[in-house]
């Protein structure tokens, strides 16, 4: 299918609430902005299951639409998922297979109904904000795959409660202002917390999985381990 495919495909879904299914398809690219409803131009589309083939999600291609399900199938097929790709969508939840390797900045961000969020095994990188100001998600956790978290990936999910952390690193402010964060558990695998990880998370009183901290190699942005990383973590009360 062509770009100009799917515009014609977005006229006939105008106005319809109807999940699309492509799974029977060999694309391998959606778009940019192919499914993007900031025009208020793709209205109705509900829904969509995506090829085996694609490789890449591009950037913008459901920003701003109605669409509360996508299913990325498991495969052979390394995906990308583009910068604003889902973001300020009416997505409720999302499974990213371990095929999908690369998170691009913005890819859900401000998705104000996603409540769910499974990364799986395999995803190498999330970048910056991406699940920012996703503001109904309750807990996420990190797999060990991930080798790269960019400044800001939560921040503003303001409902968020626990994380498992199982990746090498963090990100830099990755959870900042976080307020609702109660638990964190750092798997084993953790070696690097990075400048202001988990500063204004007001509520948080546990961090799991430090047992060794005093070893771990703690990056800090001008600024003490204590006044960055934890930076304002007026109830954090065990680390350990």
Known sequence: MTADDFTALKEVLYGKKVCLDLSATTITEIPSNAFSNASNDCRGLAGIVLPASVEKIGNKAFYKSELETVIIPKSDTAVTIGANAFASSELKSIAIPGNVKAISTYAFS?????????????????????????????????????????????????????????????????????????????????????????SYCSSLKTLDGLENWKTVSLKTIGSEYSDGIFMQCTSLVTIG
């Open 110 to 198: 401000s998705c104000q109904k996603l409540a769910s969020v499974v990364i799986e095994e395999g995803v190498q990188s999330i970048e910056n904000q991406a699940f920012s100001n996703c503001r109904v998600l309750k807990s996420v956790t990190i797999p060990s795959t991930v080798i790269e978290i960019g400044q800001y990936a939560f921040i503003g999910c303001n409902a968020l409660e626990s994380t498992v952390v199982n990746s090498k690193t963090t990100g830099d402010s990755m959870f900042h202002q976080c307020t609702a964060l109660k638990e964190v558990t750092l798997g084993t695998e953790v070696k690097t917390l990075t400048g202001y990880t988990f």
